[in-house]
């Protein structure tokens, strides 16, 4: 009895096209569209804030065997609507910036997105 070879048929080849350019796509999309760039100076020093923040917490097994990697995304500064409400929970600052990460598996299939705030008084604080 020989041993023959399933050809595969046009929808399957297809099929496997298709996952093989997303799967191209979503690694360039991680890899270099999802770094959060900066020239402003104060954003520059949220950014190494967070930074830092997020090196300092308590990792999981995930984090820790480099499966799960969190970067920053995005930073953007608070409306005064925003600040306001902080500020009537007891947050005094003058400006507030969030900072939004996302995890990711094998450095590029994200699955988990978080907000941080962080306010000028822990920003100040070693």
């Not at 048929?9 to 096209?17: A, I, P």
């Not at 190494?48 to 997020?54: D, L, P, R, Y």
């Not at 500020?87 to 507030?96: I, L, R, S």
Request: hydrophobic residues 35%; glycine residues 0%.
């Amino acid at each position: 009895m020989k041993n023959e070879r399933k050809k595969w048929t046009v929808t399957e080849r297809t099929m496997l096209t298709a996952t093989l350019i997303l799967c191209a796509v979503l690694a360039i999309k991680s890899l270099y569209f999802d770094t959060v760039k900066t020239n402003i100076p104060e954003e520059q020093t949220f950014l190494n804030t967070i930074q830092t923040e997020m090196n300092t917490e308590e990792k999981d097994f995930w984090h820790k065997t480099s499966l799960v990697m969190d970067r920053i995304v995005a930073i953007k500064k608070l409306p005064e609507s925003e600040i306001k409400a902080l500020k009537d929970q007891g947050v005094t600052t003058q400006t507030v910036y969030k900072a939004k990460t996302r995890s990711y598996f094998l450095f590029i299939i994200p699955f988990n997105e978080q907000y941080r705030i962080l306010n000028d008084q822990e920003r100040k604080s070693p």
